[in-house]
Structure formats: structure tokens, C-alpha cells
């Protein structure tokens, strides 16, 4: 951002069973949440984003929004998916646009530079190194013991968003909004992208075929 102006921006992440949507102002100084409502469910969300999100819209009174901020996962596809879904229709209906930022950047408040880790199912987790509130490269599945192995060799402090085993010893964060766009906002170019905003798959989605009779 290149001038004081205070600009309001949406941000909304369903990525984990414990969704958030939230109205946060910025200036080049200061990046605040005026309002935010949690919402605990199944990883799917289905239509529970949307009371939330609409108690919050009706604090606008014609306010315009800068942008809306989308955390794109890992996690539940379908989660992910509404999550999009409902900020690309707004974006619409407010003439604003979509950002997409990785929800594992809207956690360790303390560290800029971390290991997140997460479950990616069926005996499998994922690692995902973040430099400066910046990914690196793309998240990294491996099965659970090769993934024990990378914690306790990497000189990075390890956070996640989710349960995860209790031999992984790590307590879950939860993702912080103001935090999630103070990082876009350092470091746009890092995220920006022409491309329309897509989820974050770790993997093709699981499809069991059924047996023939």
C-alpha cells in the first residue's frame, strides 16, 4: 500500500474445522479487525459460512471493500472450495476482487519463519517451509514417520492448524486474519497472481470404485 488511506478488506478462511470470516482495515501503519465471527463445524462448512459472513456485510452500509482475502489450504477440499466459491460471488456483488493466500501463512504470529506441518490423510502429512511469511516452493507430502523425521531436523519451529497424531507433540494454532493480510500486504507480489484463485491440493482427491456385484 503506497498511501494512508484506511482501506477495509473481507477475509475469510474454511479451511479447517474452525472457520473465521472477518472485517479488517489497513493503512501503511496499522492492520486491524473490526469484527470477526468463528464458526465451529464438519471440515465440509457447507452453508454455515454464510450467517456469519452475512451479520458482517451488514456492518458495511454501502462501506466499499477493498478486497476480499480467501485462505486457499491445505485442507478439506470441500471446505476450501466454499470458501472460494463464496468470495469470487461477492467479489461480483460488491465489484472488488479476490486475493488467495495459503491459510498455513496466517499462523505463528511470533515467527516469520516456520515449518507447517499438517495431516494430508491416510497415514501421510505434509511440511511446508515458509521463509519471511513467504512459502517456499510447493507443501510436501510424506508418510507420518519421514514427516517425524523432517520436524526433528529442521532448525524451524514447527506449527499446524490441525490435530495431528499425538507423536507429533505439536499444539494446533489457529489462524489469525489480521496476521494472514499483514503478510499479503509485505509482500504482494508474492501472491498476487492472473490466474482466477484455486484451491491448494496436496494430492488428487481419494475416489474408491465400487465393487462390482
Known sequence: MTDTTTKLFLAID?????????????????????????????????????????????????????????????????????????????????????????????????HDSYLAVGDARRGNGYHWKIANGIPQGEAKITPNDELLRTIAESSLPTVTLENLPVEFGNVQQQIDLSLLLSRYLRAPHSFDAETSVEPIYLAAPFITTPKRP
Not at 34 to 48: G, K, V, Y
Open 14 to 110: 474454511t479451511s479447517t474445522t474452525r472457520g473465521c470470516v472477518a472485517l479488517i482495515t489497513a493503512d501503511t501503519n496499522n492492520v486491524s479487525t473490526i469484527a470477526q465471527r468463528d464458526f465451529l463445524t464438519a471440515r465440509s462448512h457447507n452453508s454455515a459460512l454464510f450467517t456469519p459472513m452475512g451479520e458482517l456485510l451488514e456492518q458495511l452500509d454501502g462501506q466499499p471493500i477493498e478486497a476480499i482475502l480467501v485462505g486457499t489450504g491445505p485442507g478439506s477440499y470441500t471446505g476450501v472450495r466454499i470458501g472460494i466459491a463464496a468470495a469470487n460471488g461477492l467479489a461480483v456483488a460488491r465489484k472488488t476482487r479476490v486475493i488467495g493466500i495459503p491459510s498455513v501463512i496466517g499462523i505463528s504470529p511470533e
